[in-house]
C-alpha cells in the first residue's frame, strides 16, 4: 500500500513556475509508473504526465507540452513535476498517482491505484 504525499503547490503569477514534489513513506515508489493529473473546480480530472519506473518515454497531455517536465530520482523515492510559463488555466488541485506503468497517451484516472490528497496550483493573471 503506497502513502502518496504531494508538495510544491502554492500561490504564481501568469508565467512564473513552480516545481511539484511526490514521495511515499514506504520507499517503494520506484517500481511503479507515476501519473500526474489535475482538477479544477466544476471540471473533470485531467491527466497532465506520467513517468514510468525507468524514467524514459514520458507522456504528456496537449494542454502541457513544452512547458511541464516530469522527472524521478528513485535514489530519493520522488517524482517532479517541473511547471513552466504558468497560465492562470493551469490553476487546479494537482494529484500525483502510481500504477503499473504508463500507457503512450496522457494519463487516465481509472488506471491508477494509489492516491496523493492533492496539492493547490493557483496562477494569477
Known amino acids: 500500500q503506497l502513502h502518496l504525499v504531494e508538495s510544491g503547490g502554492g500561490l504564481v503569477q501568469s508565467g512564473g513556475s513552480l516545481r511539484l514534489s511526490c514521495g511515499d513513506s514506504?520507499?517503494?515508489?520506484?517500481?511503479?509508473?507515476v501519473g500526474w493529473f489535475r482538477q479544477a473546480p466544476g471540471k473533470e480530472r485531467e491527466g497532465v504526465s506520467c513517468?514510468?519506473?525507468?524514467?524514459?518515454?514520458?507522456v504528456y497531455a496537449d494542454s502541457v507540452k513544452g512547458r511541464f517536465t516530469v522527472s524521478r530520482d528513485n535514489a530519493k523515492n520522488t517524482v517532479y513535476l517541473q511547471m513552466n510559463s504558468l497560465k492562470p488555466e493551469d490553476t487546479a488541485v494537482y494529484y500525483c498517482?502510481?500504477?503499473w506503468g504508463c500507457g503512450y497517451y496522457p494519463p487516465k484516472p481509472d488506471e491508477f491505484d494509489y492516491w496523493g490528497q492533492g496539492t493547490q496550483v493557483t496562477v494569477s493573471s
Open positions: 498517482a502510481a500504477a
Open positions: 513517468i514510468p519506473p525507468s524514467g524514459e518515454t514520458t
Open positions: 514506504e520507499s517503494t515508489l520506484g517500481y511503479y509508473g
